[in-house]
């Protein structure tokens, strides 16, 4: 348990490293790349001054990813027992584009890597039962993204530590933007999707308490990952079967698109979720048990009331609330639902990110 609620990240650091990692010397960080290697170079800096140990298996700070001409950058806050914890954001981008232009990426993925440096820096210092493992992912991005190429599928392949070991990963990926257009009230603005609890015993507990101890600006609701197709580095790991949690605000208008720009994203917001998943970290690192993974594990009724809390949030502004919480009328105050009902919700969830994601 955290001894008092943590910070928020510094903003102005923040701003820097998402800037540098869209800028047009990095070119859209594709693995490989001259623009890519200087992205990993700057990721490698932050983790050592955020006071990290290098956590490869030769001792270094990189693991190379031979299938996309990369590497992963990995770093470790050192705790007292042998378990680990894995927190993970992918830094490649999808690289150059036509006209002098690139995919730069800002929310996807610079955020998030912002965001786990931040982390590092929260926690420096702090006595954690279970040492925590920083992963600046490479090739998350297609052609590589669920192939022997994707940093995240090398590192579960070949990792640095026993896969054994590891109780736990956190993935971030599109945690930059509020959702919704301009003019959401905070209810749906500082949402942050938190998918895959119901993978871990203990993983929704964790996330309540970590919740409860958030500082403002950013909202952390539990929604189950059956809800949307594995879009991101915790792909490899559920495939292990290492419990997972993944933090996302969705897709937007700007995903994959040349438009993802620094100026577009919510900093305070970032700021706040770097609070949060430090929180979310040490609930982590002290759970009182080794991993004990939920093969098919949903999280169903958290997932309903997620969206009942984005519906009533929005029911002052948008008559398309009332459609939302009427489609959720039959779910309402029920566990668990059978394969048919899951993708009814499926489909509802679809809806709501279509029609209010930004």
Known sequence: MSEAPLLCGDEARIRDLVEFLCSRECLGRAPGTPGGRLARDRVQREFVEAGLEPAAADGGWLQAVPGCAGHNVLGRLSGRGRRAIVVGAHYDHLGEAEGGEAYW???DNAAAVAVMV???????GRELERSVIFCGFDGEEPPHFCTAGMGSVHFVADPPVPLEQIDAMVCMDLVGHTLGPAGMPAGVADSLMV????RGEGLGGAV??????????VIPRRMSCE???ALSDYYAFDRAQIPFLFLS????????????????????????TAGFLAELVVELAGLEHERRYLPGGSDDAATVASLLAVGEALKPIDARAHMLLLALKPFSGRKKFSA?????????????????GG
């Open 105 to 107: 990426g800002a929310d």
């Open 118 to 124: 931040e982390v590092a820096r929260l926690l420096r």
């Open 195 to 198: 998918m895959g609890a119901g």
């Open 208 to 217: 309540d308490r970590a919740a409860a101890r958030t500082p403002p600006g």
């Open 227 to 229: 809800m949307i197709p």
């Open 249 to 272: 605000c969705g897709r937007w208008e700007h995903y994959h698109q040349i438009t993802d720009t620094p100026e577009k994203l919510a900093y305070p917001k970032i700021a706040a």
């Open 340 to 356: 048919l009902e899951r993708q009814a919700l499926s489909g509802i969830v679809s809806m709501v990110e279509s029609a209010f």
